[in-house]
């Protein structure tokens, strides 16, 4: 069952003990346009699929987070988000990986789901086998369980 978000209002996200960001809903168009984002399009077709997930992920978080709490500058004073402290802050490893299995993955679950194989046949020709010869001239095949 698809469970409806009619609110559409933004929720805390705790990424570490003491990291939380108040993010927007991951909505149709939020994924439409951090696709379109600058930084991804600049990639080249020779980037990897880590540089396109990271590029990725900083382009829905710069248009996903809308406040933070737990996030300091050198001297341990709190820093207010912008697009260079999102980006900065999905350089650290583990907070990357919470902000793709926490936020990002829960959208892309539900897309994932409608991608399974089709549900095996039933009925009379579940289980027939092929009877046809091959054509003259065509390599045999193997045969049909």
């Known amino acids: 069952m698809i469970r409806l978000n009619l609110t559409a209002s933004p929720s805390w996200l705790t990424l570490a ?3 939380r960001l108040n993010v927007a ?3 149709t168009a939020l994924m439409v ?3 379109a984002d600058p930084a ?3 990639l080249p077709n020779t980037a990897t699929q880590e540089e396109l997930a990271l590029a990725m992920a900083k382009a ?3 248009r996903a987070v809308l406040d933070w ?5 050198d001297a341990g004073h709190a820093v207010p988000v912008s697009p260079e402290g999102i980006d900065a802050l999905l350089e650290i490893w583990p907070v990357f990986e919470a902000f793709q299995t926490k936020y990002v993955a829960k959208g892309l679950i539900l897309d994932a789901e409608k ?11 579940a289980g027939a086998i092929a009877t046809a010869r091959p054509a003259k001239g065509a390599a045999p095949t193997a045969p049909q369980d």
């Open 33 to 35: 346009s951090a696709r």
């Open 60 to 62: 829905v978080a710069r």
């Open 25 to 27: 809903p991951l909505t």
């Open 17 to 19: 003990p003491g990291l």
């Open 115 to 125: 991608n399974v194989s089709a549900p095996l046949p039933n009925g009379p020709s």
């Open 40 to 42: 991804i399009e600049a």
């Open 69 to 73: 709490e737990g996030v300091g500058d």
